[in-house]
């Protein structure tokens, strides 16, 4: 590996869109899950390796915790590829409305599967990500993705053929939070 021998990841974890991104030596790795099937696909851009992946529709699952269990195996089926050093995951948004109890039955399922087998990880406050990586704790997300493609220069955008934040958002999220826990 060249410049950074420990292999991080960062998470942007959700119930609908969640990213994983993987520092590989100076490149970058990112995993997401997306309900859009034109963005299950595999793109490449400089330093970063794009892969998607489609997460079934909600209806198609049993229950929620089964749709959860999905999400949490596929990150792991991820993690467990790689030979990680540590994990980084984006903390709850405290200012957070909606359906914040599944967002935390979805990301506690991933923190224990990471404690039992023993893969260390660290929660960050999204505002530390956003003051530390772009400057401001209270970056909107077309400043994060602009910031993001500014630094990996990987058009996001074209690369995904679309125009939507999702999972444009997400990806930049990951990235920033990866690049957060390589200062650490």
């Known amino acids: 590996m ?3 021998s420990k292999v991080i990841v960062g998470i ?8 994983i991104c993987v520092s590989v030596g100076d490149d970058y790795d990112f995993h997401y899950l997306t309900r859009v099937k034109k963005l299950v696909e595999y793109n490449e851009s ?3 390796a794009f892969n998607g992946y489609l997460l079934p529709k909600t209806k198609d699952f049993l229950s929620k915790t ?3 269990a999905h999400i949490m195996k596929w990150a792991m089926d991820i993690i467990d590829s790689y030979t990680i050093d540590h994990v980084y995951i984006e903390d709850y948004a405290f200012g957070a409305t909606g359906k914040v109890f599944h967002i935390g039955e979805n990301t506690g399922l991933l923190k224990h599967k990471l404690m039992r087998k023993s893969i260390p990880f660290t929660v960050v406050p999204p505002t530390v990500i956003k003051k530390e990586m772009i400057g401001k704790g209270n970056a909107k997300k077309e400043e ?5 493609i500014k630094e990996t220069e990987a058009p996001l ?12 958002s997400d990806i930049a ?3 920033f939070i990866c690049k957060y826990g390589m200062q650490q």
């Open 66 to 68: 089964h749709q959860y």
């Open 12 to 19: 942007d974890y959700s119930t609908a869109s969640p990213c």
């Open 173 to 175: 999220d990951s990235y």
């Open 144 to 148: 994060i993705v602009e910031q993001f």
């Open 46 to 48: 400089g330093k970063c």
């Open 2 to 4: 060249e410049m950074n």
């Open 157 to 168: 955008f074209s690369l995904l053929d679309t125009t939507t934040m999702n999972p444009a």
